[in-house]
Structures are given as C-alpha cells and as structure tokens.
C-alpha cells in the first residue's frame, strides 16, 4: 500500500511592518478559495508602500500612479501545475491607499483590505471586470465572501 501525500493551499502574506492586524484574511482567503473549489495551489500576497506599487504600476501595466491592489496572475499563459498544484501568483496591496480607501469609503479597514484581497484573489483565479458581465460576476462574488465572513460595508 501506497503513501498519500495531502498537499493543501498554501499562501504566505508578508506584511513588510505595514500592518499588522490581518488574522481574518486568513479565514477570508480560504472562503474564497473554497468558493471557487481550490485546492493544492501557492500564492503570494505583499503589502507594499505607495512608492512601491506605483513603481510596479508603472513598470508592468504601463499606468504612473499609485493604485490599490495588483495582482501578478501566473496562469495567465497557461495552467502552471509542478507535481498537481496550482502555482496562482502574487498580490501585491497598497497598505496607505487601503487606508485612504477606508476613509473615502467610509467602511473599516478590515472591510478594504479583506476586499481587496479578495479581489486579487480573484484575479489570480481568472476572473477579470475588463467586461459588463464579468464585473458584474465578479463583484458581487467578492461581496458573498465579505458577507458570509461577517465583514460589512
């Protein structure tokens, strides 16, 4: 008889000293990936100062500004699996314009930093608002997570 090796998803957030109360994303992050039937799959998210993402804005989308989240899709070009795990990419989140967000919004920080996490989750999964429709599925997936964690506007 064989032995099974159980892989699950694995993500690491490193939060580079600019913030530190996110234990929730954890519990947000696997809704989400439950949501979308994911299993065996490694990503990457970073919390990144407005230099930083604008630099990356700039450099790889072509855009000179600071934005909110980016998200580095890795299946872009194709299904990228080593071993039957899916390798989804890197999210990089603006911790001073969630803050901003948060404000103008007028919504905790918990509710902009879990909602945009949720939406570069999303976007490493595929989805994308380029299209009515597709906006239209995406966003209001992004809302059944935030609500069914508990974490309103």
Do not use: W
């Not at 008889?1 to 600019?18: A, P, R, S, W, Y």
């Not at 990936?33 to 930083?52: D, N, Q, R, W, Y």
């Amino acid at each position: 008889m064989g032995c099974k090796i159980m892989v699950e998803n694995q993500f690491v957030i490193t939060d580079n000293h600019l913030y530190k109360d996110y234990d929730y994303l954890y519990r947000v992050i696997e809704r989400t990936l439950t949501h979308e039937s994911v299993e065996k799959a490694i990503f990457s998210i970073i919390f990144v100062g407005e230099e930083e993402i604008h630099r990356i804005n700039k450099e790889y989308r072509g855009v000179d500004r600071v934005t909110d989240v980016i998200s580095f899709a890795f299946e872009d070009n194709e299904d990228i699996r080593y071993n039957d795990i899916r390798m989804l990419g890197d999210i990089y989140i603006c911790i001073p314009q969630m803050k901003k967000q948060a404000l103008l919004y007028g919504h905790s920080e918990k509710r902009e930093l879990s909602f945009l996490t949720v939406h570069g989750l999303l976007h490493l999964l595929g989805y994308d608002h380029m299209e009515k429709e597709m906006e239209k599925e995406m966003f209001e997936l992004q809302e059944l997570i935030l609500d069914e964690e508990n974490i309103p506007r």
